[in-house]
């Protein structure tokens, strides 16, 4: 099988185009590409397909094989892979996701994409829809038990769930077991993505995220994008901000005339590959 590594801030993916690539069992394939000792090593596998409705289709494995609705690095990945190789001629695409359409505006720089825009659509902030068990319509700034602490979180969903808690030096924080409990816990029937927290200023946010199916990973686009809708549903924050990941920086906005929220980003190819599977 060809591939292509690719990291957008650190999150790192193995792409594959299906334009001319079979992948039959993409779950079990994304559990052994993303060993890093025995694998490619990735966040998981990303497949570029064509699509019947839009321009591309995109589908995401996390490392443990789990299908995702939707990765904002990834998919900027995914607009660089397509205008780099000659896929497209078009600096502005439509990709088909599990978490709907998304539009990819590309920056280029000597025939190469830089930057990639991302419209990520309107926030979902209905319990029922995130899903988050809770007996309010909107879960913001809730108290909930975990692991024998009470924790006050926010839940948005960029397509897929997340539960954002704030937090004072977010360095020193033991992700490794306090993610899973979240991840896993009870209110969550399709677990959650974690995102911890500290409010720099009312421009900056500095996050470390804990990723459904992956663990902790250097960045998360839609993570980033549900930190900054949390944070102005909570007064922390103005309705644009830059978000700071271990990996790098996104540029985030929640515009108020449309209610979508549009991400910009580095995407950075890594190598290109073939593997025997």
């Known amino acids: 099988m060809k591939f292509t590594k690719m990291q957008g801030i650190g999150n790192d993916y193995v792409y594959v185009d299906c334009f001319e690539e079979t992948v039959a069992n993409p779950s ?161 029937p399709k677990r959650t993505n974690t995102e911890f927290v500290e409010v720099l200023d009312r421009k900056t946010l500095k996050m470390r995220v804990w990723e459904r199916g992956a663990g902790e990973t250097l960045a998360c686009g839609t993570g980033a994008c549900a930190v900054l809708v949390a944070s102005v549903l909570n007064g922390l924050c103005e309705r644009k901000a830059v978000v700071k990941l271990l990996g790098g920086d996104l540029s985030i906005e929640w515009n108020a005339e449309d209610n979508h929220v549009y991400m910009t980003g580095s995407a950075t190819k890594v190598f290109d590959g073939v593997i025997d599977l």
């Open 28 to 188: 079990e394939a994304a559990v052994k590409v993303s060993d890093r000792h025995f694998g490619i090593g990735s966040d998981g596998l990303v497949l570029i397909m064509p699509s019947e409705k839009e321009d591309f289709r995109m589908r995401m494995f996390n490392a443990d094989g789990s299908e995702a609705e939707m990765c904002g690095n990834a998919i900027r990945c995914v607009g660089k892979y397509v205008y780099d190789n000659g896929l497209t001629e078009q600096d502005t695409i439509s990709v088909e996701t599990l978490a709907g359409t998304k539009i990819l505006k590309m920056d280029t720089e000597n025939g190469k994409v830089k930057t990639v825009r991302v419209d990520m659509g309107e926030p979902i902030l209905e319990s029922e829809k995130i899903p988050v068990v809770h007996g309010k319509e909107r879960f913001v700034n809730e108290e909930v038990e975990v692991d024998g602490q009470i924790h006050s979180l926010t839940c948005v969903s960029m397509g897929n769930p997340h539960a954002v808690m704030y937090m004072k030096e977010i360095d020193d924080l033991k992700i490794e077991e306090i993610g899973p409990k979240f991840e896993h816990h009870r209110i969550f």
